[in-house]
C-alpha cells in the first residue's frame, strides 16, 4: 500500500471521528460577560443595594456530598432503611420545630451527575452539555461569571474547607481556603475531619460573607460501602452532629444551607441520570422567619435556581450565564416581584446575547417569539408568575437545542467511516486500479471536509453527503465485481460467511436502544450461536472408523449421529464453553434502565457485604482466580524456557507477577478489615499496593517494547572462545565456522537455545500477563473469576478454531512452486541479500496418520484433500532428508542519492515504529487536551479571524439593551 494512500486511509478515519463527535458531543459556547450592578433596574421598591435590598448579610454553604433526598426527608413504612433513612434528626427537628424559619426542597440535579459538573452549574448557574461528563477528572478555573467572582468583585471575602475541587475551579478567589485530597474514593475521614478542624474558628470570625464547607464522607462511603451498610450510618451521625453544632453558632443576619451536589444509586454510585442520582436534597434555615408558607417541604426545584436564589437574597448581580428561577417562597412578598423582574431580565439579556454570539439560527428562531410576547407585556401583565414562567420557558429551550444531537454532522461522521473502510477493502483487492480517479475524488472529500471544519456554510454538510455516499457506492460496486470476477470459484460458504453476519448483526444492534440496554444478552446469544456454527464447522475432524472393521453396537439414532460426525473432543470443548459463557450471568452488572434487574453479590463492592460466609467464598475464589492465572501464564513461559536466563528482562518476568500477586492479596486483606483500623494511614497505604502494580506492569511493557524476544542462549564452556572470535568478524565467519567444524559439534551440544519454539506466543503471553495482573485490581475481586472464565473460553474457542483448511496437520506438497510460496524469506547481510529455505521430506505410508491428496474424496474425511497435497497428523512420520537454501534473484535498482534517501527514512521509521507510535500517541493526547481547552479555542478562533469572518470574536462585547 502506498504511503499516500495510507495516510489518506488514516485521515479518512479521523475525520469521520471528528465529525461524529462534533454532532454527538455537543458543547455550548461560554461567554466571558459580567453582570453588574447597572444592569438591573428596579422602580416597583426602594431598593438601597445593588439589584435587591439584602435579606441577609452573610450565608453558610455546607455541602454534603452525595446528599440524597430521602436521606434528609423523613421516611415511614416497611421500607425505611436502618442505615440512612431518618439519620439526620437536627434537620427533621427543625422542620417540625421551627416551621416559617426552614425549608427543605428536593434539589434535581442535570445529568451528569458527576461532582465536577454539579459545582461548575451551583456557581454559574448553567447547563451542561453531554461532553463535560468527560472532564469531571480534569478541573480547569471557570471562565463564566459565577457567584464566587461577583463576591470578590464586590469586595466581599469567601471561606472555603473541603473538597480540592473548588481550588481547581477557583484557584485565587477565596480569602482563606483548607483544601484537601478528594481522589482517593477509600478514605471516608480525612476530608471531613479536616473540614471540621477549621469549621467552627472560621464560623465565629466575622471577615467574610460567604463560607464554603464541603463534605466528601457519605459519597465516599457509598463508593466503597454503598449505602446500606453501617458505615453510611456512622458518617451521616457525623454529618448531624455537624449541623446542629453550625445551627447553634448561627447568627440573625446568616442564611444556612445544606445541599448535595448528587444523589446515589443503591450500590452508591453516580454519574448518570437515574432518578435516584438526581434526587439531592436541599435545606435552608435562619433563625429569622424564612417564609410564610405552611409547608415547607417543597417539590422538585431545580439546582441552577439556587443561584439567582443566593445572589438576590445577599444582593450582589446573579452571574451573567444563569438560567436558573428564584425559588420566590424565601423573598419577601414586597421583594417577590423585584427579583422575579431582577430574574428575567437577567435571562433575557444572557439570551439575546448568546444567540447574536453563537450563530445558532434553530436556537435563534425558537427563543424570537418568546422574546416578542415578553417584550410585549404590559406593567400589568407582567407579573411574578409570567416572569417565572418566561425563565422557565427560556431555560427548556436552551436545555433541548443543548441536548439535541446535530444530525447532519453525525451522518458526515458515519459515511466517512464506512466510505473509508470501503476504499479500504477496495485497497486489498486491487490496489492498483484503487487508484488514480479514485483518489481524487479522496483529495476533494477531504478538501471540502477541512472547509467545513473551519466554515459554517450550510451547503457543505449537503454536498459532502452526496459526495461520501457517492464514493461508497462505487467502493461497493468494485468489491463485489473484484469478488466475483477473480475468487468467483472460491466464494465463502454460508457457514463460514455466518459469523460475518453474526459480527454485523452485532455492530447493527448499536443503532436501537433496546439491544443496547440488552447488550450483554445480545452478545452472549450471538457467542452462542457462533459456538454452535464451530462446532458443526469441524464435523468429521476425528478419525473415521476404518473400512472393515466390525460395525459398531447398535445405539440410539441421535447419539450415533452425533458420534459419526463430531469427535469427544469438540463436543466436550463446546460444552464447557457454553457453561462459561452463561456463568457470565453472575458477574453481570445491572444498568439504569433494567428495573427488573436484581445485582449479584459478585458485582457489589466487597466491603458493602454484610455476611462472612459471602465475603469467604468470594475472597477465596478471587485468590484462586487470579493465582491460576499467574501460575498458568508462568508456566507456559517456564515449560517454553522464556525464563531460564539471567537476563534482567527475565528474572524481572519471573518475579513481578509474583510480588503483583502479593499487592492485591494485601491490598484485598486491607478491604476486608474495618474502616477504623486503616484510618489513620489509610491514604497512604490504600494506594501503595495498586502503585507497584502498576509499576511493575509498565516495566514490564516497556522491556517488552525495547526487546520483545525472549529467546536465552547458552553456549558450551568449551567452544565458547572459538566461537566468540569467529563471531568479531560478522555473520558469515559464524556460518563458515560451523560448516567447517561440523563434525565436531555433531553429538555434543556446545549450544542451547531457550524460547525458541515460542518465539512468537511467549512475548505476547508475557505481555497478557503484565496486564492481566492491572485488569484484575481495576475490576475488583468479585470479578476475577469471571475473567479466569473468560480466558478459559477463549482458549478453548482458539482450539477448536485453529483446525486448518484440510484438517490439523503439518501440509507438505509435490509441487516445488507451491511450496515457494509458502518458503519464509529474510535478509542475511547489510546489502540486503535475501535468502529462502525448502525442506525436502520423507514421509512413512501410514494412513491413519496421513492424509493423501487426490481427485476423489477420502472416505470417512471432512473434506477433500486437494491433489498432491499430503497432510501428515504425526510429527514422527516426517523425516527431512534435505534442506535447499536459496537467494532470491533481484538486480539492484538503479537509484539516485533522492531515492537512497528515502528508502534510508522509511528504514529508520520501521526500525523505530514503536516510539514514532508513541510519539503520535502522546501528540494525539495533547491535541485532545488543546481541543478541550477553552482558552485554547478562544485564541484559535481569534486568530484565524481575518481569514474565516463566520468566526468572529465578540468576547468583549457587552450588551447594555435589556
Excluded at 409547608?295 to 444563569?322: E, G, H, M, R
Aim: charge should be neutral; include cysteine; charged fraction near 20%.
Amino acid at each position: 500500500m502506498r504511503l499516500w494512500t495510507l495516510a489518506l486511509v488514516v485521515v479518512g478515519y479521523l475525520a469521520g471521528l471528528y465529525f461524529y463527535s462534533r454532532g454527538f458531543l455537543l458543547t455550548r459556547q461560554t461567554l466571558r460577560l459580567n453582570s453588574s450592578c447597572a444592569d438591573v433596574q428596579h422602580p416597583d421598591a426602594p431598593v438601597r443595594g445593588c439589584w435587591l435590598e439584602a435579606r441577609f448579610k452573610r450565608a453558610i454553604v455546607l455541602v454534603i456530598d452525595a446528599l440524597r433526598f430521602d436521606f434528609v426527608d423523613r421516611q415511614t413504612g416497611p421500607d425505611v432503611s436502618p442505615y440512612y433513612h431518618n439519620r439526620l434528626a437536627t434537620i427533621g427537628r427543625l422542620l417540625e420545630e421551627r416551621k416559617h424559619q426552614s425549608l427543605l426542597v428536593e434539589f434535581t440535579a442535570d445529568p451528569p451527575t458527576t461532582t465536577l459538573q454539579r459545582l461548575k452549574a451551583l456557581t454559574t448557574g448553567s447547563l451542561p452539555t453531554f461532553i463535560d461528563a468527560g472532564t469531571n477528572f480534569a478541573g480547569t478555573a471557570i471562565d463564566e461569571d459565577n457567584i464566587i467572582d461577583q463576591l470578590v468583585g464586590l469586595d466581599r471575602n469567601v471561606i472555603f474547607l473541603g473538597d480540592d475541587t473548588w481550588t481547581a475551579l477557583f484557584p485565587a478567589q477565596f480569602h482563606r481556603q483548607f483544601p484537601f485530597p478528594s481522589f482517593d474514593v477509600k478514605d471516608l475521614h480525612s476530608v471531613d475531619d479536616g473540614v471540621l478542624g477549621h469549621l467552627y474558628d472560621e464560623l465565629n470570625k466575622p471577615d467574610w460573607t460567604l463560607l464554603v464547607a464541603h463534605f466528601l464522607g457519605v459519597d465516599h462511603c457509598g463508593h466503597k460501602y454503598g449505602p446500606s451498610h453501617p458505615e453510611m450510618r456512622r458518617k451521616l451521625d457525623q454529618m448531624d452532629r455537624m449541623i446542629a453544632n453550625v445551627t447553634q453558632l448561627l447568627a440573625d443576619d446568616t442564611l444556612l444551607i445544606i445541599f448535595g451536589d448528587h444523589g446515589m444509586t443503591t450500590t452508591g454510585d453516580h454519574g448518570g441520570d437515574s432518578p435516584d442520582e438526581l434526587a439531592a436534597a436541599l435545606f435552608l434555615h435562619s433563625n429569622l422567619p424564612l417564609h410564610s408558607e405552611d409547608n415547607n417541604v417543597l417539590s422538585a426545584v431545580a439546582q441552577v435556581d439556587l443561584v439567582p436564589t443566593l445572589s438576590l437574597l445577599l444582593d450582589f448581580p446573579t452571574p451573567f450565564s444563569s438560567l436558573g428561577t428564584i425559588i420566590p417562597q424565601v423573598f419577601t412578598r414586597e421583594q417577590q416581584m423585584a427579583a422575579a423582574k431582577a430574574n428575567v431580565e437577567q435571562v433575557v439579556r444572557y439570551a439575546h446575547s448568546y444567540s447574536k454570539q453563537s450563530g445558532d439560527s434553530a436556537l435563534s428562531s425558537r427563543l424570537q417569539p418568546l422574546l416578542r410576547t415578553f417584550n410585549s407585556l404590559t406593567p400589568e401583565e407582567l407579573t411574578v408568575e409570567r416572569c417565572l414562567e418566561t425563565v422557565r420557558q427560556m431555560q427548556r429551550i436552551f436545555r433541548e437545542c443543548w441536548a439535541t444531537f446535530h444530525g447532519p454532522w453525525m451522518l458526515i461522521g458515519v459515511l466517512a467511516m464506512l466510505e473509508t473502510l470501503s476504499w479500504t477493502l477496495r485497497l486489498m483487492v486491487d490496489e492498483d486500479r484503487s487508484w488514480g480517479g479514485r483518489a481524487v475524488l479522496k483529495l476533494v472529500t477531504v478538501l471540502l471536509q477541512l472547509i467545513a471544519y473551519f466554515g459554517q456554510q450550510e451547503i457543505i454538510p449537503v454536498a459532502l453527503h452526496m459526495l461520501l455516499s457517492l464514493q461508497l457506492v462505487l467502493d461497493l460496486a468494485a468489491i463485489v465485481n473484484g469478488l466475483m470476477v477473480v475468487k468467483q470459484n472460491r466464494l465463502p460458504s454460508l457457514l463460514h460467511a455466518f459469523p460475518f453476519l453474526l459480527l454485523l448483526l452485532h455492530a447493527a444492534s448499536f443503532f436501537s436502544n433496546s439491544f443496547v440496554v440488552y447488550e450483554r444478552d445480545v452478545i452472549r446469544y450471538l457467542a452462542q450461536t457462533s459456538l454452535l456454527l464451530l462446532l458443526v464447522q469441524r464435523k468429521g475432524v476425528g478419525a473415521p472408523r476404518k473400512p472393515g472393521t466390525a460395525a459398531a453396537p447398535k445405539i440410539p439414532s441421535l447419539w450415533r449421529l452425533i458420534c459419526v460426525y463430531f469427535d469427544w473432543k469438540s463436543i466436550l470443548f463446546t460444552m464447557v464453553a457454553l457453561v462459561l459463557l452463561r456463568s457470565g450471568v453472575m458477574f453481570a452488572k445491572c444498568r439504569e434502565e433494567q428495573s427488573e434487574c436484581v445485582p449479584s453479590w459478585l458485582t457489589a463492592s466487597f466491603q458493602s457485604l454484610h455476611d462472612d460466609a459471602d465475603k469467604n467464598v468470594r475472597f477465596l475464589t478471587a485468590l484462586a482466580s487470579v493465582g491460576l492465572l499467574i501460575f498458568a501464564m508462568r508456566s507456559f513461559l517456564r515449560r517454553n524456557g522464556h525464563l531460564d536466563g539471567h537476563s534482567f528482562k527475565s528474572v524481572a518476568l519471573g518475579a513481578a507477577p509474583l510480588l503483583s500477586f502479593t499487592a492485591i492479596l494485601v491490598y484485598w486483606v486491607s478491604l476486608w478489615l474495618p474502616d477504623n483500623v486503616w484510618q489513620h494511614y489509610q491514604t497512604a497505604f490504600s494506594l501503595a499496593p495498586p502503585l507497584i502494580v502498576y509499576t511493575l506492569s509498565l516495566m514490564l511493557t516497556a522491556l517488552l517494547a525495547i526487546n520483545p524476544l525472549l529467546i536465552n542462549v547458552v553456549m558450551g564452556e568449551q567452544k565458547r572462545e572459538e566461537l566468540d572470535e569467529s563471531a568479531v568478524a560478522s555473520k558469515r565467519k559464524v556460518f563458515q565456522h560451523f560448516k567447517r567444524n561440523w563434525a565436531e559439534y555433531l553429538g555434543q551440544p556446545t549450544g542451547t537455545v531457550f524460547g525458541l519454539a515460542s518465539a512468537i506466543s511467549g512475548p505476547i503471553v508475557a505481555l497478557l500477563l503484565c496486564w492481566t495482573v492491572v485488569l484484575v485490581l481495576l475490576l475488583g475481586d468479585g470479578i476475577v473469576a469471571s475473567n479466569f472464565a473468560s480466558i478459559l473460553r477463549h482458549g478453548l474457542i482458539n482450539n477448536m478454531n485453529k483446525v486448518s483448511a484440510f484438517g490439523e496437520g503439518t501440509y507438505l506438497s509435490t509441487e516445488l512452486s507451491l511450496s515457494l510460496n509458502w518458503s519464509p524469506m529474510s535478509a542475511v547481510d547489510s546489502n540486503g541479500k535475501r535468502v529462502g529455505c525448502v525442506a525436502l521430506c520423507e514421509i512413512v505410508n501410514d494412513p491413519s496418520g496421513v492424509k493423501i491428496g487426490c481427485n476423489e474424496s477420502v472416505v470417512g474425511s471432512a473434506k477433500t484433500v486437494p491433489n498432491k497435497y499430503f497432510i501428515v497428523r504425526n510429527d514422527e512420520l516426517v523425516i527431512v532428508r534435505y534442506l535447499l537454501v536459496y537467494e532470491h534473484e533481484s538486480k539492484p535498482p538503479q537509484t539516485s542519492n533522492q531515492q537512497r534517501l528515502f528508502h534510508r527514512t522509511l528504514g529508520w521509521l520501521s526500525t523505530h515504529r514503536f516510539w514514532l507510535l508513541m510519539c503520535l500517541y502522546f501528540s494525539l493526547l495533547m491535541a485532545v487536551g488543546l481541543a478541550s481547552s477553552s482558552n485554547f479555542r478562544f485564541y484559535w478562533k481569534r486568530l484565524f479571524a481575518q481569514y474565516w469572518p463566520n468566526h468572529r470574536h465578540n468576547d468583549h462585547h457587552h450588551y447594555d439593551d435589556a
